[in-house]
């Protein structure tokens, strides 16, 4: 099956620092790819989906300047927390869609990348 | 509103019998619905979907019911295996956009 990949896997920064998460489709170009996050116990929260060569589109609420996407490849979508703070330490995972000819709603997720901001 | 929720948020199984998780969802404009399976620690995992014209889809192990009347979904597990153990998670889809709408999760524990 497709292969996402996502790093670093964790990650621990001190509190103002920004710190970069990548997403990577190894084996298939992913136009579209979406970056979610989860705080312990609780269900996965969709944050923006990252759109190949144009601006990613933000869920209400997600701070724009606060995580910053960029899918500057087929294959490559970065998520920036810029001046982390604590409350900002959890799962962040990204995902990506095969294109399928049916439109099925198959998505290939990363492994997660836990942030812990000190 | 639109939100996906499950009914319960834990179920214990011995090994070798059925489950079933539950999900109850309010969109009923959704083209399609999926479960996943996340382990501690890692990403969701693809398990399978349903068309929102389908009432019944099987895979290996696993069939997903879908009920448009009450707007339920369930997805069924044949002779649990430890390795089963997991959060499970209901999901919903519009159009082909790809982008999934989760419930809360179903934690599942496989006892030996």
């Known amino acids: 099956g497709a292969v996402v990949s996502q790093h670093p896997s964790r990650v621990i920064c001190k509190s103002g620092t920004s710190v970069k998460i990548e997403c990577r489709s190894l084996?298939?170009?992913?136009?579209?790819m979406f970056w979610y996050r989860q705080f312990p116990k609780q269900s996965l929260m969709l944050m923006a989906t990252s759109n190949e060569g144009s601006k990613a589109t933000y869920e209400q609420g997600v701070e724009k300047d606060k995580f910053l996407i960029n899918h500057a490849s087929l294959t490559l979508s970065t998520l920036t927390v810029t001046s982390a703070h604590p409350e900002d330490s959890s799962f962040y995972i990204c995902?990506?869609?095969?294109?399928?000819?049916?439109?099925?709603?198959?998505?290939?997720f990363g492994e997660g990348s836990r942030l812990t901001v000190l | 509103g639109e939100s996906v929720g499950l009914h319960l948020p834990t179920l214990s199984v011995q090994e070798g019998d059925n489950s079933i998780i539950n999900c109850a969802y309010s969109n009923s404009a959704s083209d399609y619905f999926i479960w996943y399976k996340q382990e501690s620690g890692k990403g969701p995992q693809f398990i399978i979907d349903i068309r929102s014209n389908m009432d019944k889809r099987q895979g290996q192990r696993v069939t997903v019911l879908l009920n448009k009347t009450v707007k339920h979904l369930s997805l069924q597990i044949a002779a649990t295996q430890p390795g089963d153990s997991a959060v499970y998670f209901c999901?919903?889809?519009?159009?082909?956009?790809?982008?999934?709408?989760f419930g809360d999760g179903t934690t599942l524990t496989v006892k030996p």
């Open positions: 995902s990506a869609r095969v294109r399928a000819s049916g439109g099925g709603g198959e998505l290939f």
């Open positions: 084996d298939f170009q992913a136009t579209t």
């Open positions: 999901a919903e889809n519009k159009g082909n956009a790809g982008k999934s709408t």
